[in-house]
């Protein structure tokens, strides 16, 4: 674990480099990417008991395998991108072939993918840059504005193969560092919360 004191350097070099961002270039925009977790069910808050039982019984399933990762994006200009749910499953399994049909039930504002743990990784990331990202960054530089991509430290947004992929589209990144999401992470304040509701 980071000492206090660590961690506040940590802080304001990376403020600082945002800073420094936005005096060479105020023309920019900043994307934001994170992924969180979405149990199909939760467990039960509240249970119903005659007054006075000794004990309260509560039905309750393991969720592990019920949970989806949602991939969510915002902009800095208040834009939010296409959500993209990775579900626990096979790629050629019931999961895809379900997405994958004509009068499928899932919404087709976003976009879906399969890992064997519902869990971002290398592939995944790399759908998401070209199904989501690159399309919304092309537009951004139509408008004459650069576009800065913000991403924690997971090890999926650092492989080599991402890191090409966003060098070949000319896209600059920006890593918070360990530790830091509490402060530098709008979509754990203003988005995540509703987006599960």
């Not at 309260?56 to 959500?83: F, H, I, M, Q, Y």
């Amino acid at each position: 674990m980071l000492s206090e004191v660590e961690l506040e350097r940590r802080a304001h070099e990376f403020w600082g480099e945002v800073q420094r961002i936005l005096t060479l270039s105020p023309n920019i925009m900043f994307v934001k990417m994170d992924e969180t977790a979405v149990y199909s069910e939760s467990l039960p808050r509240t249970t119903i008991e005659t007054v006075g039982a000794i004990n309260v019984s509560a039905r309750a399933r393991d969720n592990a395998s019920e949970r989806v990762t949602a991939v969510l994006s915002v902009a800095s200009n208040g834009d939010k991108l296409s959500p993209m749910i990775i579900f626990k499953g096979a790629e050629n399994g019931r999961i895809v072939r379900t997405i994958q049909r004509q009068n499928s039930p899932y919404p087709t504002e976003a976009i879906y993918s399969v890992q064997a743990n519902a869990w971002m990784s290398e592939e995944i990331m790399i759908k998401w840059l070209y199904h989501i990202f690159f399309p919304y960054s092309e537009t951004i530089y139509r408008e004459g504005r650069n576009v800065i991509l913000v991403l924690d430290t997971l090890r999926a947004h650092q492989t080599g193969a991402v890191r090409q992929r966003i060098r070949e589209n000319e896209i600059q990144t920006l890593f918070v560092p360990g530790g830091l999401t509490g402060l530098f992470q709008p979509l754990d304040v203003g988005i995540n919360g509703p987006f599960k509701h």
